[in-house]
């Protein structure tokens, strides 16, 4: 098992990269979706067809974007274990800062998937506002992770 984690440090890394660029591209089209739904008038062909475009965007790309992402990112976490012997990474500041950001974008996807959910059942309750406010949070987030992970991180 140790010749596989240690032989697809690339593969794991490429696919992580492919799998967050999936799951990024939905975090920040989903609030968007969002934004136009709350002017959609109920049960109407637009309300509909947002309806569609979220549960899909959601399912379809969005979910194994983000099942893949984990994936592959603990796989290349346990690569480096493998590759430098030993699981030093926990300690350092910049790690921890990308994990909790990794973490808080993860519950942030499921607040989309909760907020899809009051779409579906016509009980959105947030404002358009609320939906542009955190239709910002996602780019946030990534700048944070993506400038630790190549700046920060040795």
Known sequence: ????????????????????????AGLLYLPRLFIYHCNAIPGGELDETLKLQEHRLLKFIMNPAMIATWIFGLLLIWSNAERSGGWSIFHEWDWLVKFSAVILITGLHHVFAIRKKRFEAGTNDWPQRKYRIYNEIPAVLAIVIVLIATVALR
Do not use: E
């Open 1 to 24: 098992m140790s010749d596989f984690v240690l032989g697809g440090y690339d593969w794991f890394r490429g696919l992580h990269i492919l799998a967050v660029i999936a799951w990024m």
